[in-house]
């Protein structure tokens, strides 16, 4: 492999991987945000049925 396919291949493999992270904050911050509203709902007393 060339030092140029090794830069592209260093790239690519930069982008997937920064990709996998900001999927992984995301799903992070939705799964706190989820598990606070069900907290604070419970709190209030709210039935889980609508």
Do not use: K, N, P
């Not at 690519?12 to 706190?32: K, S, Y």
């Amino acid at each position: 492999m060339g030092f140029l396919e090794m830069l592209a291949h260093a790239d690519w493999t930069r982008g997937v991987r920064m990709w996998i992270f900001v999927a992984a904050a995301l799903a992070a911050w939705e799964a706190a945000y989820l598990f606070h509203r069900a907290l604070s709902r419970s709190a209030e007393g709210a039935d889980d049925v609508r």
